[in-house]
């Protein structure tokens, strides 16, 4: 189930709310309906993540029993066993391809085919924060097993994030207060992620996957271009899309989940891109593996090891695949080289250097994370240098272009700027004074204008799923 479906909006969404709010156990409510919205879409491997609870629970009580080495061996077990469960679901088949290729002698049967279940690679995360915020004694272990279920099964960023640590929001899971403004925000940034998601990426996705499906060696320079355009796009409304719906949904029920875009896409060098980008990925490796490796502190050539080591892990986080891999390593290259002196040469060059750099790097970057093999991703990348081998009967540009493609993009490329935001909230927050109360009725009615853009906004995407356009999610797969 996915929060841009109309079953998700018409029929679980207003039963959870009603019951949320109608019965007196809070806790218990919102654990079973996570657990019926995570087994809508997994059903028998349910027991993955129920099997996580548990026994991250118990390790929570066993870490905080202990001190010293014991009190090490704990959290060790309890992240062997965490990351041990990621590496059988997501990676045995990947490891086992490496190992056939070094010992082909050896292992001669197919690789095992093992079932990914959904949102594995978020629920771990989540589990280990617990755990090491636990060990770090940055919170009290929890006696209750229903908070920890809570904390790991909360439908609104189960599957697809963001990424909340545990010290964020325990206060909340203890004691959380809701009100008639705060589910009110919640509803508007539902709507402006729906938006997102359904108007924009789901709009620029059928071309975006129409030509990565095509032999890329034969494809023209304009048309790579249009289908790394629309992937770009894509990935950034789709992600941020859910992401902003899941922040919208925790307001409702009383949790401030933290940002997790921030306009990337107008960062002027890499590092600026990752502080906006996916911003509770990069801080959860941040926080709990690049200072752990000892961050900047061991001098030049040890932050840049840490570096390649934290970006190489991040792509494979992303997928058992080399194409993640290099896409992760390309983004660690990059950083690396701006702290090594490419950082000095932007800062002397102007705005519109850097911000055309970052969109390459970026882009480039994309090609690899959204290719099916590395073979496809350099063939691609040679047709947008031009290097394609297009004939006559290559697909055309207006293949692609419906009306529908090309307003995606217009509106795509303007909302990845804070431009329209920004002037949202001065419209909507703007007073005039006036006597007689001129000043209110001015903010009034400008702020009736907005809830009517948002009600025509969430009636344009009802009325875009009701007909059964494409509707892909990215990060499903992760």
């Not at 905080?64 to 060790?76: H, L, M, N, S, Y």
């Not at 908070?147 to 790991?152: E, N």
Request: positive net charge.
């Amino acid at each position: 189930m996915v929060f841009s479906s109309i079953i998700f909006l018409f029929y679980f969404l207003p039963l959870f709310l009603f019951c949320y709010y109608a019965l007196p156990l809070k806790h218990a409510t919102l654990l079973l309906f996570s657990l019926f919205f995570y087994a809508y879409g997994e059903v028998i491997y349910t027991y993955v993540m129920v099997l996580s609870i548990i026994i991250n629970y118990f390790f929570g009580l066993w870490i905080d029993g202990r001190e010293g080495r014991a009190r090490k061996v704990a959290i060790g077990t309890g992240v062997a066993v965490n990351l041990g469960l990621l590496a059988y679901f997501k990676y045995l088949g990947f490891l086992y391809g490496i190992a056939a290729s070094l010992a082909p002698n050896l292992l001669t049967e197919p690789a095992p085919q093992v079932h990914l279940p959904l949102g594995i690679s978020f629920f771990t995360f989540h589990a280990l924060s617990y755990l090491i915020d636990v060990y770090r004694r940055q919170v009290p272990v929890e006696r209750s097993l229903i908070y920890v279920a809570v904390y790991i099964t909360m439908f609104p960023q189960l599957v697809a994030g963001p990424i909340i640590r545990f010290h964020d929001i325990r206060d909340e899971i203890h004691n959380r207060r809701v009100s008639t403004s705060l589910f009110a925000e919640g509803i508007q940034i539902f709507v402006l992620g729906l938006a997102q998601k359904v108007l924009i990426a789901n709009s620029v996705a059928l071309a975006a996957d129409q030509i990565f499906a095509l032999d890329p060696s034969g494809l023209s320079l304009p048309v790579a271009w249009l289908g790394i355009v629309c992937y770009t796009l894509q990935i950034f409304f789709d992600f941020c899309g859910y992401s902003t719906m899941a922040i919208g949904l925790g307001l409702m029920i009383g949790f401030h989940f933290p940002l997790n875009f921030d306009y990337p896409y107008i960062a002027r060098s890499i590092t600026e891109f990752w502080r906006r980008w996916h911003i509770s990925l990069s801080m959860w490796f941040r926080d709990y593996l690049y200072i752990p490796l000892g961050g900047n502190r061991a001098g030049a050539l040890a932050t840049y090891r840490n570096l390649l080591i934290v970006f190489f892990l991040c792509g494979l986080w992303h997928g058992a695949n080399w194409t993640f891999v290099v896409w992760g390593l390309w983004h660690g290259a990059f950083l690396v080289f701006e702290r090594a002196g490419i950082a000095r040469l932007l800062d002397r060059s102007v705005p519109a250097v850097r911000h055309a750099y970052v969109m390459l790097v970026v882009m480039i970057g994309w090609v690899f994370f959204r290719a099916d093999t590395l073979d496809h991703a350099i063939d691609f990348l040679k047709a947008m240098a031009g290097a394609g081998r297009a004939g006559e009967l290559a697909p055309s540009v207006m293949q692609f272009l419906t009306p529908e493609t090309v307003a995606a993009l217009v509106i795509g490329v303007i909302a990845s700027t804070p431009v329209l935001g920004r002037l949202v909230r001065a419209a909507v927050g703007a007073v005039v004074p006036e006597a007689g109360g001129g000043g209110r009725l001015l903010a009034g009615s400008v702020q009736a204008l907005y809830l009517a853009g948002l009600l025509s906004m969430f009636a344009l995407a009802v009325m875009s799923l009701a007909a059964g356009t494409y509707n892909p999610f990215i990060y499903f797969r992760f």
